[in-house]
């Protein structure tokens, strides 16, 4: 199982006025913990409560149908290609980068075990568009359209250039390259899927964008490159029962949840570092990043009193970062919390060759560059501690589907708990939306013709 390790978020190790007293403040809010637990446990199945992610695990239909689909259309493609943004993106992405070999897009077919090459387009940069068609046969690139909403402009615009091409391409035959993941009902995405006759995925009522990784969203592009989804199930099922432990002493997301909301409202560390000592686990980051701002940054409470809380959090990787931020970390103002993520055992062991011994480098030679990525987390974390800036440190055995499984899982039940402590509905995003509807406006979307001239008369005072 996945580790926690606060130690050094505790007074004792760094000190009263930034660490918490962390047994005593796991024994003050035992009881808010249990409720909390209990009360997600409960509501999950309730229409409404944008819980259902807490089953996706559990969906063995929406494996079956993934698993069909992948096997169906295997040696067909030598691309996968992503249309899809924010939540529709990330967790796809994270998930792959961890899980393939790494430089999987540079490997030779026979490398990559006759499973395609995978490219995810999460932006609308015409240059970076335009440069990946240039490079990409279309006619052997299967293009993946996931949106929870059906409409997003950015994800809509990529779809309308994709098809024209293949269209032009294939004539009647590009439906064939394109499969689409979307919400039952709601946008415009599902009508033109019905009617173009593209197969379709659907995500199911009450996932939000952010908290799909795990629905058809996710596992369709991690099936078509290869990866086993059963023992990425496998990850999250054992992690699920492990959290349903109600006692905080037992319950590793609920103990992170409430470090970081304690830590935030009791002790001023306003930002979150979430920093995994592997570059396969760098999207990772920004998978937390967007899953923990956009759930618990919000104007106003449960209650409607106006709040404007949120951590904010920031992406890292380490070693690399050490050299970037974490002179801000250790001298700059001590307001972060900082998440390390260690990796027991990394698939290799790769030696540093004993040469250059009489030089000032000779000190590496016969170590290996995991003792070295080790040592410097290590260093890290207790300079950090020397400055009495927290951190907490979470430790996977290796990377694989398991693990993966467990750890975006865990990350995602911290995040709930923590909307429940901060008494903020964690699954809303009116932030993300007024941005959605004013880009529909500009762009001169019907029915937003009032914002529209609302956005002009603003636009042109500023
Ligand atoms: O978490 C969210 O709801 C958002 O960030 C969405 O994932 C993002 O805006 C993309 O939305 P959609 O999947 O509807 O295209």
Do not use: C
Not at 347 to 353: G, N, R, Y
Request: charged letters at 25%; a negative charge.
């Amino acid at each position: 199982m996945l580790e926690l390790n606060y130690r050094n978020a505790d007074a004792v190790v760094i000190g009263e006025e930034n660490g918490l007293n962390i047994e005593e403040e796991f024994n003050n809010y035992k009881d808010t913990i249990t409720h909390i637990i209990a009360d997600l446990n409960k509501r999950k199945d309730k229409p409404g409560q944008w819980l259902q992610w807490m089953n996706l695990g559990y969906s063995e239909e929406t494996v079956w149908y993934v698993k069909e689909f992948a096997s169906m259309v295997e040696g067909r493609f030598d691309n996968i290609l992503v249309l899809g943004i924010g939540g529709s993106a990330l967790g796809g992405l994270a998930v792959t980068e961890a899980l393939l070999k790494p430089y999987w897009n540079l490997l030779t077919k026979e490398e990559r075990n006759n499973f395609p090459r995978i490219f995810f387009l999460d932006n609308i940069d015409p240059d970076s568009i335009n440069g990946l068609l240039s490079i990409l046969d279309l006619k052997k690139t299967l293009v993946n359209v996931i949106t929870k909403s059906g409409s997003t402009a950015e994800t809509m615009a990529q779809y309308m250039v994709l098809k024209d091409l293949l269209e032009k391409e294939l004539g009647d035959d590009y439906r064939k390259n394109i499969v689409v993941t979307t919400d039952k009902n709601v946008g415009i995405l599902k009508q033109l899927a019905d009617q173009e006759g593209y197969k379709t995925f659907i995500i199911p009522d009450d996932v939000g964008g952010r908290f799909s990784v795990f629905s058809a969203v996710g596992l369709l592009p991690m099936a078509l490159v290869g990866l086993d989804i059963d023992e990425i199930t496998n990850g999250i099922k054992d992690m699920d029962l492990a959290l349903k432990n109600i006692d905080i002493h037992q319950n590793i997301a609920a103990q992170n949840a409430l470090i970081h909301y304690l830590m935030d409202t009791k002790k001023g560390k306003k930002l979150s570092v979430m920093m995994p000592y592997s570059s396969r686990l760098k999207y990772v980051s920004d998978w937390y990043v967007q899953l923990w701002a956009e759930s618990l940054g919000k104007e106003y409470d449960r209650n409607g009193n106006k709040v404007n809380v949120g951590p904010t959090p920031i992406k890292s990787v380490g070693a690399t970062d050490q050299h970037s931020q974490i002179q801000l970390y250790n001298e700059g103002p001590n307001d972060k919390l900082i998440n390390f993520i260690r990796v027991k055992e990394f698939d290799t062991v790769l030696e540093i060759p004993k040469i250059f011994e009489y030089t000032g480098i000779g000190y590496l030679g016969g170590k290996t560059i995991n003792d070295l990525i080790n040592a410097e987390a290590d260093a890290t974390k207790v300079t950090l501690s020397d400055h009495s800036r927290p951190t907490v440190t979470i430790t996977l055995p290796k990377i694989n589907g398991y693990y993966m499984g467990q750890l975006l899982y865990m990350l995602e039940v911290q995040t709930a708990i923590a909307g429940e402590l901060y008494n903020i509905d964690t699954f809303n995003q009116p932030g993300v939306e007024q941005a959605k509807n004013y880009t529909y406006a500009l762009m001169g979307r019907s029915g937003y013709e009032d914002s529209a001239k609302q956005l002009q008369e603003k636009m042109a005072t500023v």
